[in-house]
């Protein structure tokens, strides 16, 4: 079958549907997940997997130990995930999980303004990155002359951001 890939597009309404995470204590994941950012459990299967959730959906994050029971992180310096990226539907939502964080004392790996977008970095009990954020609208988004997106990585103004609580 020939194929012209210089033309095909993917779908515009295309989404990512959820990510499927390799972890060492299920338990421990569940807890982070769920217990400190919120998720709600969809199903388990036994002791050695978890769908979870946002708002009901099937599910957004697989946690699984098939492969990866009691074993150390992966190496930073190795290919593989670099973070999974959760969208707050709002700025206040993305207040309001940075304060949780704090109050659990949970510790951030960096935040940063994108100009298109808020964010917040942190890992996982197994130093998986997690990015909390949320998106400017589409209609403030910087634009280079050409039109393109011109995105870049200044310091988030964490005062501000917790003011709109």
């Known amino acids: 079958m020939d194929q012209d890939h210089s033309t095909y ?8 549907g959820h990510v499927h995470l390799k972890v060492s204590n299920l338990q421990r994941s569940i807890d982070f997940y769920c217990g400190l950012l919120g998720f709600e459990i969809t199903t388990r ?20 130990v098939w492969y990866s029971k009691n074993a150390l ?6 290919p593989g995930l670099f973070h999974t990226a959760i969208l707050y539907p709002d700025r206040k939502a993305l207040a309001q999980i940075y304060q949780r964080l704090m ?4 510790s951030l790996t ?9 964010a917040l970095y942190l890992n996982d009990p197994d130093n998986n ?3 909390l954020y949320w998106d400017r609208p589409v209609e403030e988004w910087p634009k280079k002359l050409d ?16 003011s709109l609580l």
């Open 129 to 131: 990155g997690v990015e």
């Open 147 to 162: 039109g393109s997106l011109d995105m870049f990585t200044e310091p988030l103004d964490e005062h501000n951001l917790l």
């Open 45 to 64: 299967y036994g002791d050695d997997a978890a769908f979870i959730s946002a708002g009901g959906y099937h599910h957004h994050i697989g946690l699984n």
């Open 73 to 78: 992180p992966a190496p930073k310096n190795l």
């Open 9 to 16: 597009k993917i779908p515009e309404k295309t989404r990512i």
């Open 110 to 118: 960096g935040s940063a303004d994108h100009g298109v977008s808020e």
């Open 103 to 106: 109050l659990a004392g949970h």
